[in-house]
Nanobody, 124 residues
């Protein structure tokens, strides 16, 4: 079992930055890939970014590529999502998740553990 707690969400103006953090506890966090997803009102949950177990391989949705950076610190059992140049369309609840394997996946079904989510609101 892995428990995940996100933090760092909030309200920011367009063009601003936020850093989301995900703290993991329980089973060995470092064995599994980690991802960030988001869900806006009335929309399906979508993949944002993922990082493999060792932190060497990352993958981003086209909509955030070049603006968001995912990272992890296995020694601290934490993962972060640095979000720059935020846009109103980035407004959503953001979730961190731990995958069923060590490799990055974009399908939410490939993730076994989920945090409770943190709200990010970008005003225009």
């Amino acid at each position: 079992q892995v428990q995940l707690v996100e933090s760092g969400g909030g309200l920011v103006q367009a063009g601003g930055s936020l850093r989301l953090s995900c703290a993991a506890s329980g089973r060995t966090f470092s064995d599994y890939a980690m991802g960030w997803f988001r869900q806006a009102p009335g929309k399906e949950r979508e993949f944002v970014a993922g990082i493999n177990w060792g932190g060497r391989n990352t993958y981003y949705a086209d909509s955030v590529k070049g603006r968001f950076t995912i990272s992890r610190d296995n020694a601290k059992n934490t993962g972060d999502l640095q979000m720059n140049s935020l846009k109103p369309e980035d407004t959503a609840v953001y979730y961190c998740a731990v995958a069923r394997s060590g490799f990055v996946r974009t399908d939410a079904g490939e993730y076994r553990y989920w945090g409770q989510g943190t709200q990010v609101t970008v005003s225009s």
